[in-house]
């Protein structure tokens, strides 16, 4: 990612905040975490990690546009993925919860770690989230494959 990329990033993401200038000020001098309320540039499907993750390895292909902001909690074992705003929407499936107006989201800058919390997609300031249904076709599939896989895992 260019910094102009981190740059736009950093913007788009702070812009969420009360006072972006303090975001930004946390980022760098501060923990490094900032929470940020979902519902007015994004929501947020937060799944369980190998559902996550292979999910984004699913949304990679060149057929699909490329994945939009995509966060992981190595402490919580969760994997977040980013999408338009939804008051109404709803998300139904086992382990997965929606976060939308309302609710907040401790979020670290796009171009580092911190703690517990990894950008594995940063956003890059375009706006560009998941589509809904893009990633909702994605975690069926994922769910599918986790499903066969687990009696093999077990045995």
Not at 31 to 46: H, K, Q, T
Not at 68 to 82: I, K, M, Y
Not at 122 to 138: K, V
């Amino acid at each position: 990612m260019t910094n102009t990329m981190w740059t736009q990033g950093v913007e788009w993401l702070a812009a969420a905040a009360p006072d972006p200038r303090a975001c930004k000020r946390q980022w760098d001098h501060g923990d490094g975490i900032v929470l940020l309320e979902a519902g007015r540039f994004w929501d947020v499907l937060s799944v369980p990690e190998r559902l996550g993750l292979l999910t984004l390895d699913l949304l990679w292909q060149p057929s699909l546009p490329v994945p939009g902001p995509t966060l992981v909690d190595t402490a919580a074992r969760r994997v977040g993925f980013f999408l338009p705003p939804d008051p109404a929407g709803r998300w139904i499936g086992a382990g997965l919860r929606y976060t939308t107006k309302g609710a907040w989201v401790a979020v670290p800058p796009p171009y580092r770690a911190a703690r517990f919390l990894e950008w594995l997609i940063p956003p890059d300031g375009t706006g560009a989230l998941h589509s809904p249904a893009t990633l909702e076709l994605a975690l069926r599939q994922a769910n599918g494959t986790l499903a066969v896989l687990a009696p093999v895992c077990e045995g």
